[in-house]
């Protein structure tokens, strides 16, 4: 146990897990209030028993001070009244064709379901996460659409794409503190009516409002690629957007609805939105856990590394002295003063991930013999066996190279078998630089390694 830890047995030191989420998130609560959040759902999500309870999720991030804009689909209740007519949605290539009576499913069931999302955030229950709670929604013709038209010979009728988004209307209704709420419906200036997919109306209300973040919530069952792949372990938990075209032209098994979701994620980033998630609606509170822990839940897509690896700066110092000082407790790491980091802070390099330090490293040179420390090397608790580590060396040894440097070394205690199974061979004190062997410690004993560049 480390000086820093509480003792379990002290009804004053036990670890609450409620407040001690509280306190994790209060960084996200703080950074997300007054965010603008484009979150879409399918009608699957209306139609099961627990919408009730994304919806009271959804109202938890509206009190927080979080803008939002929800977007729903409507296909099972489309397909629902569809068959009530002896009729179905046709699909070619991946798009559906909008017949007449489809549209006319489409409106219907489109009504419906946005005033069941209306019903539900105007609840007030005593009793309920929903008491006390008054949440304005607004809708609209927030939407100007196109036709598809017709595409290799094939005449899509009443399905449509986005062509413009009023951003003025949205940001009034959201400045206003209401949420706004779009169907996938989209208009033309001659009075007809389109059938879009809310994946695109997503993308199109998150660019025309620069929004914060975009927010899929999907309805993967966990479907297999043909190598047996589960679908969420094929995203993983980040995406550059543009190795999203060649994911999806390499992967088989990859819904349609997430493909959708993934294009209009990349789409959305190569427009300026920043993050953009997708999200398993099925997994209870998944949406919370995205935005409120520092892992998430689903699979991010950015344009640029979710994670930052950088030079450090002086007001990192707090954050590495933190993460530095368990391993100084327990004697892996030599013990540094807040004046010393300050005044060595340009030989830090360190990886960041939403304001949280998660890895570090020193590099110090000897130029003049052609050698190079590597020195506080840390990695977070929660964090290990990510391979940050190894990016973190693999970053140290590619600037030792630039500045003319032969040979790394480091001096440990207790991970000599990391640098070891890193091409790090034992060497003798004498084999550091005359500079080093002056400054060696021998009461703590380090043993010595080296590895050629």
């Not at 938890?60 to 939002?68: A, C, E, K, V």
């Not at 199109?204 to 993967?220: C, Q, R, S, Y």
């Not at 707090?318 to 980091?341: F, T």
């Not at 590619?398 to 991970?415: E, P």
């Amino acid at each position: 146990m480390t000086a820093s830890s509480p003792d379990p047995n002290d009804p004053a030191q036990a670890r609450d897990p409620f407040v001690d989420w509280v306190r994790q998130a209060t960084p996200y609560i703080h950074a997300h209030r007054g965010r603008t959040f484009v979150v879409a759902f399918g009608g699957e999500a209306v139609a099961d028993p627990r919408f009730p309870d994304l919806v009271h999720d959804i109202a938890l991030l509206h009190g927080l001070g979080i803008r939002l804009v929800l977007v729903h689909g409507a296909r099972p209740q489309i397909e629902a009244r569809l068959a009530g007519r002896g009729a179905q949605l046709r699909y070619v290539n991946g798009l559906r064709i909008t017949d007449q009576t489809a549209l006319a499913c489409v409106k219907e069931a489109a009504g419906v379901v946005r005033v069941e999302i209306e019903a539900l955030l105007s609840l007030g229950l005593a009793n309920s996460p929903m008491a006390g709670v008054r949440i304005p929604v607004v809708s609209g013709n927030f939407v100007t659409a196109r036709p598809l038209g017709v595409i290799d010979g094939v005449d899509y009728a009443h399905t449509g794409a986005v062509r413009r988004v009023d951003r003025q209307t949205l940001r009034s209704v959201l400045d206003q503190g209401a949420v706004a709420l779009m169907p996938p419906l989209g208009y033309s200036p001659t009075g007809e009516v389109f059938n879009l997919s809310s994946a695109d109306v997503a993308r199109g209300a998150a660019v025309a409002l620069g929004a914060d973040k975009l927010i899929f919530l999907t309805e993967d069952p966990g479907s297999k690629s043909a190598a047996g792949t589960e679908t969420q372990d094929l995203l993983g938990s980040n995406l550059l957007a543009r190795d999203i075209d060649g994911l999806l032209a390499g992967a088989s098994g990859i819904p349609e609805d997430i493909a959708q979701c993934l294009r209009a994620g990349a789409e959305a980033c190569r427009n300026g939105i920043r993050r953009v998630h997708l999200v398993r609606r099925r997994r209870g509170g998944a949406l919370l856990r995205e935005l409120f822990t520092p892992d998430g839940s689903g699979t991010l897509i950015s344009a640029e590394p979710y994670e930052d690896l950088r030079p450090a700066r002086i007001d990192d110092v707090a954050g590495i002295l933190e993460l530095l000082r368990p391993l100084e407790e327990r004697g892996v790491l030599v013990r540094r003063s807040r004046e010393r980091l300050e005044t060595e802070i340009d030989r830090f390099f360190l990886t960041e991930r939403d304001g949280l330090i998660t890895a570090c490293a020193a590099l110090y040179p000897y130029a003049s013999e052609g050698m190079a420390e590597l020195a506080c090397m840390a990695v977070h608790p929660d964090y290990r066996a990510t391979g940050r580590g190894d990016r973190l060396l693999a970053h140290t040894e590619g600037v030792a190279r630039t500045l003319g440097i032969g040979r790394l070394f480091v001096l440990t205690t207790q991970t000599a078998h990391w640098f070891r199974e890193r091409g790090f061979e034992p060497a003798p004190i004498a084999a550091l630089p005359m500079e080093r062997q002056a400054l060696y410690n021998f009461q703590r004993n380090s043993q010595v390694y080296i590895k050629a560049l």
